[in-house]
């Protein structure tokens, strides 16, 4: 039980309570953040005429060693000592002595730990925006190679329109886009370096918070010492974010599973993506993106878990606050790891084109384009979409599709019906008519896969 601030006390901590506070078991994750921050925290005493020359090289090589060992696997993190800080420090002092014991000078545990959750976010935050890109790129792939696709589009998952395979892919474009740029705006919001605010009221030392804030690559120094400890947004803005992200891809996901099902077939999921059943020798299970889809309750509860430990918090630092650490780590890494293999699952995936296009040939998809024909010939709206609906009941009586009946049966339903109707219905019409930017008609696609292009290029 290393301990750094043993003075005042007269009896060890109980092991219950050692154990109950210590941090270690995951405060780990940030051990190469804790060591950059000490180094410019070092690097700024050793400006400022605060640390020698001799002291800050000798600190600057000790944290080097030390991370090289653990990195190496030399020196393991035991739960020995409280935290990750207590951790580099102790070793540290164990290394090079006196000089160490001045690394934390001008400094509280709550700035340190407060700068080292946000250099790790913002790390975070550049990993999933990374992420995020290649899966745009997978889904523009899909997107070119299907401007011709025809499907069906839903609404209430009951076939309502034509649309093409594109379209649907650039509606996920157009969320997974979005998502990028809370990433963009997480970034810019948190990019301010509290190093430098003590435990809450800043320190008599003469530190320059501008010149770590620059080391570290932030835009500059936080402007209020005690909001600085004790500021967690943007861990709620990117478990936001983050549950967001999950959203999106679990909609995907229950898109797949469906499309994947015996009944629809339009997708296969390819063999490497998917599971067997230990009794049922036919089966290949959605497996992935089911698991996709479940683990979006999980980020969602890390989001709800901060947002509740932090609401009843007063200024400044309260222990509360080491809350924010595990379930965060634990979205970070799930969200990452369902991106990564949503992503390879997408790019295997087999299109079964031919079924899509005659599931979207079925099933009155055509049914807005007949009545848009009567409504060009002369008949208000109104009335078209009433002829039309007789139109399908007969054509549901004969089990036919609008464009399988016959001349002879459109005139008993509407006169106004001429040859140039079964041309005016066919699939190919009411995809390319769709001209809107926006809309799934190809020339409009192709406008819009040139500006995913280059928006991907930027
Ligand atoms: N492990 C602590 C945390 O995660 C570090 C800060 C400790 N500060 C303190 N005053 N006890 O919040």
Redesign the pocket.
């Known amino acids: 039980m290393a301990q750094l601030w043993g003075g005042r006390f007269t009896k060890d901590t109980d092991r219950l309570v050692y154990n109950f506070n210590a941090?270690i078991s995951f405060?780990q994750k940030f051990f190469h953040q804790d060591v950059e921050g000490s180094i410019a925290h070092v690097v700024m005493l050793e400006k400022q005429g605060i640390l020698t020359l001799e002291e800050k090289d000798a600190i600057i090589k000790g944290l080097t060693s030390i991370r090289e060992d653990v990195d190496s696997g030399k020196l393991e993190i035991t739960d020995e000592y409280e935290?990750i800080?207590s951790f580099v420090e102790a070793n540290l002092i164990e290394r090079i002595g006196d000089a160490g014991k001045k690394l934390h000078t001008g400094r509280s545990?709550?700035d340190q730990?407060a700068l080292d959750m946000r250099l790790y976010t913002r790390d975070e935050v550049m990993a999933v925006d990374e992420l995020l890109k290649e899966l745009l790129t997978v889904l523009l792939d899909i997107m070119k190679e299907n401007t011709e696709t025809y499907m069906p589009g839903f609404t209430h998952l009951q076939k309502a329109q034509p649309i093409t395979l594109a379209h649907h892919m650039s509606a996920y474009f157009e969320m997974f886009r979005r998502d990028r740029s809370r990433m963009n705006d997480i970034f810019n919001r948190m990019n301010y370096s509290p190093l430098g605010s003590g435990a809450l009221a800043g320190t008599t030392y003469p530190l320059d918070r501008d010149y770590t804030a620059s080391l570290l690559g932030f835009e500059g120094p936080t402007l209020n010492s005690m909001d600085s400890v004790s500021d967690r947004d943007y861990i709620i803005e990117f478990l936001s974010a983050l549950s967001t992200i999950m959203m999106h891809l679990s909609r995907f996901c229950e898109e797949i599973i469906i499309w994947n099902s015996n009944e629809y077939q339009f997708v296969e999921i390819d063999d490497a993506y998917s599971t067997g059943s230990s009794i049922m020798p036919q089966k290949k299970n959605p497996d992935i993106a089911e698991l996709v889809r479940g683990k979006t309750g999980r980020v969602y509860g890390a989001l709800m878990s901060i947002l509740t430990t932090m609401k009843g918090i007063p200024l400044a630092?309260n222990?509360d606050?080491?809350e924010d650490?595990e379930l965060t780590f634990d979205a970070i890494d799930t969200v990452k790891g369902c991106l990564a293999l949503f992503t390879g699952m997408v790019r295997t995936m087999k299109f079964n084109k031919e079924i899509m296009a005659d599931s979207a040939m079925n099933g009155f998809t055509n049914a807005t384009d007949a009545a848009d024909y009567l409504v060009n010939h002369g008949v208000p709206f109104r009335d078209a979409h009433s002829i039309i609906g007789k139109l399908v009941l007969t054509c549901i009586e004969k089990d036919k599709a609008i464009h399988e009946m016959s001349m002879e049966e459109l005139k008993e339903i509407s006169d106004v019906f001429e040859a140039d109707i079964y041309d005016a219905v066919s699939l190919k019409t009411c995809v390319e008519k769709r001209l809107t930017i926006g809309a799934p008609g190809p020339d409009a696609m192709k406008k819009v896969i040139a500006l995913c292009e280059s928006y991907l290029k930027e």
């Open positions: 941090s405060d935290d800080h545990r709550n730990v630092y222990k606050m080491q650490k």
